[in-house]
Nanobody
Framework: VQLQASGGGLVQAGGSLRLSCAGSGRTFSRFGMGWFRQAPGKEREFVAGITWSGGSSFYADSAKGRFTISRDNAKNTFYLQMNSLKPEDTAVYYC?????????????????WGQGTLVTVSS
């Protein structure tokens, strides 16, 4: 599976962005997917995850109520809708794929990673 993240950019606090992650391969729809982020000088952290069907999702506390993860298996793409953005959301956002259909907040349980897309939120 190859993943390509896009949709990052510069936005003012309170604004919104939608990140996309396009995957290749016929098995895309079998895998659980996740979004992670890494801010300058900080460790990578989990943001949100979604099961293979899209039927279940899980969020970090920092994302709950503001971010929504979704997927469109017909398009081999999953998304992260980010609303009410804050300066502390500034980071490089990475999409990742597991080798099974479930969710995990642990980065080492994801096998494939996209290249990252930068989100900058100005105050």
């Amino acid at each position: 599976v190859q993943l390509q993240a896009s949709g990052g950019g510069l936005v003012q606090a309170g604004g919104s962005l939608r990140l996309s992650c396009a995957g290749s391969g016929r098995t895309f729809s079998r895998f659980g997917m996740g979004w992670f982020r890494q801010a300058p000088g900080k460790e990578r952290e989990f943001v949100a995850g979604i099961t293979w069907s899209g039927g279940s999702s899980f969020y970090a506390d920092s994302a709950k109520g503001r971010f929504t993860i979704s997927r469109d298996n017909a398009k081999n793409t999953f998304y992260l809708q980010m609303n009410s953005l804050k300066p502390e959301d500034t980071a490089v956002y990475y999409c990742a794929s597991r080798l099974d259909g479930w969710i995990s907040s642990k980065g080492d349980e994801y096998a494939y990673w996209g290249q990252g897309t930068l989100v900058t939120v100005s105050s």
